[in-house]
């Protein structure tokens, strides 16, 4: 990604800039010995200065790729390069199933995603100097910190303070779609670290502080970028309430045409009305148990072969337990917990028929991509984030030999709340006439 | 525009103006209602704008730290920079005080002012010297601490030093602490030395390291101020606190301090107090900061009429209206008893105090009225009342001793640990340390 190698060079600028300055004023500090130069805040309470949130550790080696790409050998030197490519790429002999398989076995934006090392607990320091780059560097030592939020957040509790994070002055989150699929409370949770007053000195020169960050203003100075490969409302929250530069902020408009379906297909979009955000899970379970699902149960075909996708956890295991209760339906699960021996009895059971309902969360689709065989209707819980995910599923039911389109129903319930993700799938005009429509 | 009063006060009619101030400060004296200068401050001022090393002494409530506080400011004002002057004290409320004299007299002109005190928080404290304050107030033991630890914090650029309560600070206790700030403070500076009694002792004033310094002295020998009518009450020992009950009852409507030599005497009389119904605050060293702060805001704001106080508030606290100073226990120097009964009776008001002597005290009871040069008057006390209040404080004591043996065992754990954290800075933790620390702290659990 080309993006990659000039925000990298615009990283490596900022901190060679102010590594530079720093570095001329302890020379003058250091020849003026009777009345030393007052101008010389110039420093953060700790040296790190950037931080890079990625999901996995296989980002992160593309991340460094693209800083190494603007230090080349023969004037810079690269520290503990090896030791990065063996804990940052995948162990020797291990075959990497995605990158190796033909084109078209997994969908494109899966091998994107998933390939390298998919560890998403890790943190690593960067120190930049005018003739090397070393890797590995101690925290309180180093310009960049690239980081899953995760990684982050469990070096914050065990240190008991973020202080390292106190003076960060460029922000860089990578993939935040990826973010919102693992926890997006961690990410919270870094952002609410960042820029905060410091516990403990680290041998600061108190002296050398810029104004605005000893008054605690950090916050609004710093930039913030926001790389993701669509909105939720968790993304945009972030950006409307953690985005404080007094320079201001702007995003970019992504306008979505309507996506493609199979043929035939007629995805029936199900408004249930609600008022306020707070009451949306539970509008949603009554509309689903209530009105929903009573219907579907009515029909014999539509009560078989049934797939029920879910995309919150937190609604998927509401739903589950709904099933549960529930006398004369059969019903099996794949999560993103399930184990691999779960997953292909419950891909069999449902292909054979044994269980007519199957229900697949977000999360177990993005992490795992299953094809799911044995599909004849379909019911969104509600839409899913990705739009692929809603045409992939539409396409599932055509794996199997002699199903005409008409055999096939779909069914999506959503409310104005699910604006973000109803216009991806139907498009933005659309969208904007499904959620606004009486 | 003479005002009448001023007309009819002085004889010499010197104004804040004709003493050579300049407008900022003139605005703000004027916004804090001081009409006229104080003896002390008509003596020092003119010395001060000589640019001369001071050693200012004058009675307890005499304006003394606008004594100080002007001509820094007034210097200030033509050349301003950050960590321009040092002011140290004793205590840390007395720190606090001065601080807000010098944000009041100093705000027309927005001065900034930097509060460095043990028991508050390290980290905020080095964010607050990083943004250079014009004024630092602060207490030796934490001043130093910051000296040496925090990078980046030099007092290099200081003007002016001074000793607030400064026989306190040059004394054994806090000496050592003072010579190593000393070292380290630049020697071109103007020393100011203040308090209501001032050490003769050469070698300890040589500590500061004056030059050529003048003595401004207003009151001829340590003095208290004429407004106080002082009294004592002589009692045996066994009747000491339902006498001390009977005072706070028959004195109900004023505002009283109660000072005590311990901790554990200002503890429990605050707790008999409470438990008899009268609106009593303790403060003392062995509370946090953050409590000792809110004792001492409920009492000046008339939330509560009683503060039971070690000698922690003994020296420089201006708490405004203070009726009467009850001494529990005679002080062991006679310096500290002009301190304390010099809580009351300020600038030109009146007030009263009462000592209680028992039979062991009379001694140094004698040694104190030798000093001030005045006979205390027996105070009139009503022995059949005395009596019938006995039961009822017998009981309250019991409830008292009973109460405060739980807490201490409730609080023992966490009082150790907080009090490893703040080995560094014990030198702060001010006058009554010494005597007292109470014993508990030591004991052992089984």
């Known amino acids: 990604m080309p993006v990659r190698g000039a925000v990298m060079l615009h990283v490596l600028n900022h901190i060679s800039k102010k590594r530079h300055r720093v570095l001329k004023n302890n020379e003058r500090l250091a020849k003026a010995v009777s009345s030393p130069p007052e101008d010389v805040q110039d420093q953060g309470f700790t040296r790190p200065s950037v931080l890079i949130l990625v999901p996995f550790r296989s980002f992160a080696l593309r991340w460094v790729a693209a800083l190494t790409s603007h230090t080349p050998p023969p004037s810079y030197q690269i520290e503990n390069h090896a030791r990065f490519q063996t804990e940052y790429g995948l162990p020797p002999g291990a075959v990497d199933k995605l990158s190796e398989a033909a084109p078209g076995v997994y969908p494109k934006d899966h091998v994107e995603m998933f390939k390298g090392n998919v560890d998403d607990s890790f943190r690593l320091g960067i120190k930049v100097t005018r003739k090397s780059v070393k890797l590995f560097s101690e925290f309180y030592s180093c310009d960049v910190i690239i980081a899953s939020p995760l990684g982050l957040r469990m070096s914050i509790e065990k240190e008991k303070n973020a202080d390292f994070l106190s003076s960060i002055e460029v922000v860089i989150a990578d993939q935040l779609d990826a973010m919102t699929m693992q926890n997006w409370d961690h990410v919270q949770f870094a952002f609410s670290n960042l820029n905060q007053m410091p516990k403990n000195s680290h041998d600061t020169d108190f002296s050398r502080i810029k104004p605005w960050i000893l008054d605690g203003n950090g916050d609004f100075l710093r930039q913030t970028v926001l790389f993701t490969a669509y909105e939720t409302p968790e993304t945009r929250a972030l950006f409307n309430k953690s985005l404080k530069n007094v320079a201001g902020k702007i995003r970019t408009e992504h306008f979505w045409p309507p996506l493609q379906v199979p043929e035939g297909v007629e995805p029936s979009f199900i408004r249930f009305d609600c008022l306020s955000p707070k009451d949306e899970l539970d509008k949603r379970f009554d509309h689903f148990t209530k009105h929903l699902f009573p219907s579907v149960m009515k029909s014999a075909v539509q009560s078989a072969n049934t797939v029920v996708f879910v995309p919150s956890s937190f609604d998927f295991i509401r739903v589950q337990n709904h099933f549960r209760s529930l006398v004369g339906t059969t019903h099996t699960v794949l999560s993103e917990y399930s184990s691999n021996q779960d997953i292909s009895r419950a891909r069999q059971a449902f292909f054979a028929g044994n269980k007519s309902f199957l229900l697949v969360s977000e999360r177990f689709h993005f992490f795992r991509r299953y094809k799911i065989r044995g599909i004849r209707n379909l019911i969104f819980y509600g839409p899913p984030d990705h739009p692929q995910f809603f045409s992939e599923f539409l396409s599932f039911p055509f794996l199997d030999d002699g199903v005409d389109a008409s055999d096939v129903t779909c069914r999506v319930l959503y409310s104005k709340y699910d604006f973000f993700r109803m216009e991806r799938i139907v498009g933005t005009n659309e969208a904007v006439a499904m959620v606004s429509a009486i | 525009m003479p005002e009448p009063e001023e007309a009819s006060t002085s004889s010499t009619a010197v104004t804040f103006e004709s003493l050579g101030l300049i407008d900022p400060l003139l605005e703000a004296l004027e916004q804090m209602k001081f009409k006229t200068p104080t003896d002390i401050q008509v003596e020092a001022l003119p010395h001060a704008f000589q640019g001369r090393d001071i050693i200012g002494v004058a009675s307890t409530g005499s304006g003394k730290t606008a004594a100080f506080a002007l001509p820094i400011l007034q210097k200030l004002w033509e050349e301003p920079r950050g960590l321009f002057a040092c002011v140290i004290s004793p205590t840390r409320e007395l720190a606090y005080q001065i601080s807000q004299q ?313 009082k150790r640990r907080r009090d490893s954290a703040l080995v560094a800075d014990d030198v702060d933790r001010d006058d009554d340390i010494v005597e007292a620390g109470m014993p508990l702290k030591r004991k052992k659990r089984s």
């Not at chain 2, 290099?156 to 001074?162: A, G, H, Q």
């Not at chain 2, 003048?214 to 009518?229: A, F, G, H, Q, W």
């Not at chain 2, 339902?242 to 005072?247: H, P, S």
């Not at chain 2, 704001?301 to 106080?309: H, N, P, T, Y």
């Open chain 2, 102 to 414: 010098f944000e009041a007299l100093g705000s027309a002109m927005g001065v900034r002012c930097a509060v460095i005190v043990g028991g508050m928080d390290l980290m905020s404290q080095r964010v607050a010297l990083a943004k250079k304050p014009h004024i630092v107030v602060a207490t030796p033991g934490r001043l130093n601490d910051h000296l040496e630890n925090t990078k980046g914090f030099s007092l290099r650029t200081l003007k002016f030093l001074v000793l607030d309560e400064a026989d306190k600070l040059l004394d054994l206790d806090l000496g050592p602490v003072i010579d190593k700030i000393l070292k380290v403070i630049p020697k071109e500076r103007t020393t100011y030395l203040f308090s209501a009694t001032m050490t003769t002792k050469v070698a300890k004033l040589q500590r500061a390291s004056l030059s050529n310094p003048v003595r401004v002295e207003v009151s001829s020998k340590y003095s208290t101020v004429s407004t106080l009518l002082q009294y004592y009450l002589f009692i045996p020992m066994v009747k000491k606190d339902a006498n001390l009950i009977y005072l706070a009852n028959s004195l109900a409507s004023n505002t009283i301090i109660i000072f005590t030599r311990t901790v554990h005497d200002a503890q429990r009389l605050s707790m008999i107090l409470r438990t008899l119904g009268f609106p009593a605050v303790p403060l003392h060293g062995q509370l946090s900061q953050s409590a000792r702060l809110g004792a001492l805001a409920k009492f000046k704001s008339g939330g509560r009429k009683i503060l039971v106080a070690t000698d922690v508030a003994s020296r420089g606290l201006d708490l405004p209206s203070v009726d009467i100073v009850i001494n529990y226990d005679v002080p062991t120097s006679s310096k500290d008893y002009i301190h304390r009964v010099g809580r009351t009776a300020r600038a030109g008001r009146s007030g009263k105090s009462i000592t209680i002597v028992t039979q062991y005290d009379v001694e140094l009871m004698q040694r104190v009225e030798a000093v001030i040069g005045k006979k205390m008057e027996l105070w009139p006390t009503d022995e059949e009342e005395v009596a019938l209040l006995r039961e009822r404080v017998d009981e309250a004591s019991r409830l008292a001793a009973n109460e405060l043996k739980d807490q201490t065992k409730a609080g023992l754990r966490k």
